[in-house]
């Protein structure tokens, strides 16, 4: 089975490349500003690319080529990277009475449909969704936030999510500690053992990494205001409907909530040690 073939039930194939990719990319980062003062939070770089682009990269090597951005503050910032990042990376020449001659920059080979969608300044994440409905043009869609990274087999939940043919799928992930773990001897006099922030074995909570039916839309989103959050009224409810079904991820994720974790994926990328990077440059 090739990466954009997901395989569904009675042997029928999820064409990935048509299923959009929703990323929820209004938020303003305000626990991050050391290192996003005038930046939205999908746009703080780890090494020289912005996070929503690694995520986005990440979901194109499974396979995916339609992606939708539910823009909110400093929306002006993501439109320009995408619509200049090639001229503005370009060295120039200018001669007079003829058009800029723009050499080399970014290389832009990713075969990507990107849909710019203006959902507000103060819409919940619930409603940055329903803004987007007229997009999703699938019977099924992709949902995750422009602040989250991991190395999800994203074409295995594709193929777990199909199978349960439940209205939504959620990636499970194990919170990291933010503390060293100790493990010490049975007369508790000595650390035997000590791992810096290890990845806790028990518990599960949500990766951000969603894949759900068209029709949640209709019936979780479409009553709800603009400014509701997804994850406190539809999300709930379809839990409660025994209609969220959950893809369980045992390897790297994390969220870029802060300063901290910003350095920290940004020191993974420079040591290249990336887990999520997947694709050769």
């Known amino acids: 089975m090739t990466a954009d073939q997901a ?28 290192a996003s003062e005038k930046l939205p939070k999908p746009m703080i770089a780890i090494g020289d690319k912005p996070i ?31 619509l200049d990042r090639k001229r503005l990376s370009a060295d120039v020449v200018l001669r007079p009475g003829q058009e800029p001659e723009f050499i080399g920059g970014d290389k832009t080979e990713e075969d990507w449909e990107i849909t710019l969608v203006e959902t507000g300044l103060d819409a919940g994440t619930g409603g940055r969704v329903k803004l987007v409905a007229k997009y999703l043009d ?22 777990h999510a199909v199978r349960m ?17 100790m493990h010490v001897d049975d007369a508790g006099e000595m650390v035997t053992e000590f791992n810096e922030k290890p990845t806790l074995a028990t518990g599960w909570v949500s990766g951000g990494f969603f894949m759900m039916k068209r029709e949640f839309v209709d019936r979780y989103l479409a009553d709800i205001d603009d400014e509701d959050m ?21 390897g790297f994720w994390m969220g870029m909530d802060t300063f901290r974790d910003w350095k920290e994926l940004n020191g993974l990328w420079d040591e290249d040690k990336a887990p999520w990077k997947i694709w050769k440059d």
């Not at 009224?233 to 209609?243: A, M, N, Q, T, Y």
Request: net charge negative; proline share 4%; charged share 25%.
């Open 138 to 159: 699938a019977p099924w869609f992709m949902l995750t936030y422009g602040d989250g990274i991991g190395d999800i087999d994203i074409t295995a939940e594709v193929n």
């Open 52 to 82: 929503v682009w690694h995520i986005m990269k990440t979901y194109y090597e499974h396979g995916f080529r339609k992606f939708v951005l539910c823009l909110g503050y400093k929306s002006d910032v993501i439109k320009s990277y995408f």
């Open 165 to 181: 043919d439940k209205m939504a799928c959620v990636t499970g992930v194990h919170p990291a500690s933010r503390y060293g773990e």
């Open 7 to 34: 395989q569904g039930p009675g042997g029928a194939a999820v064409d990935v490349s048509e299923i959009p990719v929703v990323i929820l990319c209004g938020g303003q980062g305000t626990r991050i500003r050391e």
């Open 230 to 250: 997804l994850e406190k009224g539809p999300l709930r409810h379809v839990s409660r409907d025994g209609e969220l079904a959950v893809y369980e991820h045992e």
